[in-house]
């Protein structure tokens, strides 16, 4: 799931799921659950995802353990904002703070950060980014997992720029890029593409085209992590949430299909042949 291959991790998880159960290893139901949520919500399986976390939700209570009620709700509210049930989001975000208390753990940090993304998306950019960097220990997020950094430096590039500040949205940019090279995974390279994209039609609103090349390197990304099996959903709504309007001023498909993305000494690009760089 981590490296960006999701149809092994499907199936690895489903195997996992299966033995667990047939071998009386219940205590590990709920990490299974989880994680088939997360494959799912990146494939754009939503309902799926939202079936799996019901069920994490309920063993997760009869344990009685905070820490998984805490990441099974944050889950949540990442599954909510990226269906667009923002008072869902929010509702389930808050909670999964409250629940997993005030110790500044992994736990705490992700919760956090599917907190700070609902904020963003429901209109509150300035309490996304201070929520965000409170989650994730400060400017270098040390707090969250390497593979997650560029999509939430994506979030506080986004956020940035919905509050006018496109030098900020800039440096957060060039921040998901680091990050993304040293992790060498196409999907967390999509992220920062995504990320130099808003930032840059921000620098330049009328001069769309290197947040246009960085968009297609960004779908091109998703189309090798998902191997073609799915249109990208979740990519779809984050890229119109993201851009609002950037496929209409420069013709960018956003509607899943394949688009060949033009070399740009400027974008970051993901060759499907070798690892991805950022130039």
Same mark, same amino acid.
């Given at each position: 799931m981590y490296l960006g291959r999701l149809a092994d991790s499907v199936r690895r998880l489903e195997r996992g799921m299966g033995l667990a159960r047939a071998t009386g290893q219940s205590h590990l139901i709920t990490y299974l659950l989880i994680a088939q949520s997360v494959t799912y919500g990146m494939l754009g399986r939503f309902t799926d995802a939202s079936g799996c976390l019901a069920d994490a939700l309920e063993v997760a209570v009869l344990t009685d353990s905070a820490e998984l009620h805490a990441m099974v709700l944050g889950y949540q509210c990442w599954? @909510?904002? $990226?269906?667009?049930?923002?008072d869902v989001a929010l509702r389930t975000g808050e909670a999964a703070l409250a629940v997993g208390g005030p110790d500044q753990d992994w736990f705490g940090s992700v919760a956090g950060g599917m907190? @700070?993304?609902?904020?963003? &998306?429901?209109?509150? %950019?300035q309490g996304a980014i201070d929520l965000l960097l +409170? @989650?994730?220990?400060? %400017? +270098?997020? %040390?707090?969250? !997992?390497?593979p997650s950094q560029p999509?939430? $430096?994506?979030?506080?590039?986004?956020?940035?720029v919905r509050l006018g500040d496109s030098g900020q949205a800039a440096r957060w940019a060039e921040r998901a890029g680091e990050v993304a090279a040293e992790l060498g995974m196409p999907l967390r390279t999509g992220f920062a593409n995504l990320a130099r994209s808003h930032a840059a039609l921000a620098a330049d609103p009328a001069d769309p085209a290197d947040a246009a090349d960085a968009l297609r390197w960004a779908l091109a990304a998703v189309a090798i992590t998902t191997r073609g099996s799915l249109p990208g959903q979740?990519? +779809?709504r984050s890229? &119109?949430?993201?851009?609002?309007?950037?496929? !209409?001023?420069c013709g960018t498909c956003c509607s899943g299909r394949r688009v060949a993305p033009r070399r740009s000494r400027r974008s970051c690009s993901v060759p499907v042949s070798r690892s991805p760089s950022w130039v």
């Open positions: 599954i @909510a904002t $990226y269906t667009s049930d923002l907190l @700070a993304q609902a904020r963003l &998306h429901a209109g509150d %950019p +409170e @989650a994730g220990g400060g %400017p +270098e997020l %040390p707090l969250m !997992d390497p999509n939430w $430096y994506s979030v506080l590039t986004t956020a940035s979740c990519w +779809e890229v &119109h949430w993201r851009f609002c309007g950037l496929s !209409d001023t």
